[in-house]
């Protein structure tokens, strides 16, 4: 497998997809403000930091959060490789290790295959390092969609606003086509 023609290079950073998006966008205060760059092959590094508004238990990360991370993760991977829209069907994780508030998640995510509109994808969270010990592994399945998915079943002004922005970005995005 090899990433579209158009995706960004080894090493790029990757923008924020969505401003609102509660995993990368800088306008969701309590977010998770991921920020991700393109490794190398069909891998994308992502670091989340952990902060008092995603507690769980005192002083830990919540789970689900956790996964929000992944989710986002993942979806960075499929979207920036592939650059089709596509939404998680299906999302495993696996928390080996609990994840303290000030700590950094160093998530390393791959695109593992795809099979008709399929996409299947992993990722290996480690604690403060790209080495450092690994608290949470996740799966997910994307399902690659028309861009009318998001006309039906979202908000449209909201849709227009977004479209609007990332026409004016520099960098080409997916084909919007609705
Ligand atoms: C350059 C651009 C950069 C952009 C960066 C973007 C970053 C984004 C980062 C954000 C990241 C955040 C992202 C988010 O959080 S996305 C938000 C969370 N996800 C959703 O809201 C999705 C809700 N679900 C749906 O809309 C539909 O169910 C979908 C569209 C998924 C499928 O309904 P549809 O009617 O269209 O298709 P189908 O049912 O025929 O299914 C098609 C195939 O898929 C298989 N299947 C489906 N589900 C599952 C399942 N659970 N386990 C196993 N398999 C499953 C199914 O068997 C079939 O396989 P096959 O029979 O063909 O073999």
């Known amino acids: 497998m090899e ?5 960004p290079g080894p090493g790029s950073k990757l923008p924020q997809h969505y401003e609102q998006c509660f995993g990368c ?3 969701v205060d309590a977010g998770l403000h991921i920020r991700s760059a393109v490794g190398d092959g069909m ?3 992502s670091t989340f930091t952990v902060t008092e ?3 769980g238990a005192p002083g830990l990360a919540h789970g689900g959060l956790l996964a929000c991370a992944f989710d986002e993760a993942l979806g ?3 979207g920036n490789l592939l650059r089709r829209p596509a939404v998680t069907g299906k ?3 696996d928390f080996r290790r609990p994840v303290p508030v000030g700590s950094t998640l160093h998530i390393a995510a791959k695109l593992d295959g795809v099979a008709g509109r399929k996409i299947y994808a992993s990722a290996e969270g480690r604690l403060d390092a790209d080495d450092g010990p690994v608290a ?3 799966r997910g399945l994307f ?3 028309d861009f009318t998915h998001f006309t039906t079943h979202g908000d449209v002004n909201a849709l227009e606003k977004f479209r609007a922005a990332r026409k004016a970005r520099p960098e080409k995005d997916w084909d919007i086509n609705p």
């Not at 990433?3 to 995706?7: G, I, Q, R, T």
Request: glycine share 4%; aromatic share 0%.
């Open 53 to 55: 508004a995603h507690q």
């Open 43 to 45: 891998v994308v590094h």
């Open 143 to 145: 399902v690659s969609v």
């Open 3 to 7: 990433p579209h023609p158009d995706a």
């Open 136 to 138: 949470v592994r996740a």
């Open 91 to 93: 999302l495993e994780t």
């Open 25 to 27: 966008g800088d306008e």
């Open 76 to 78: 960075s991977t499929v």
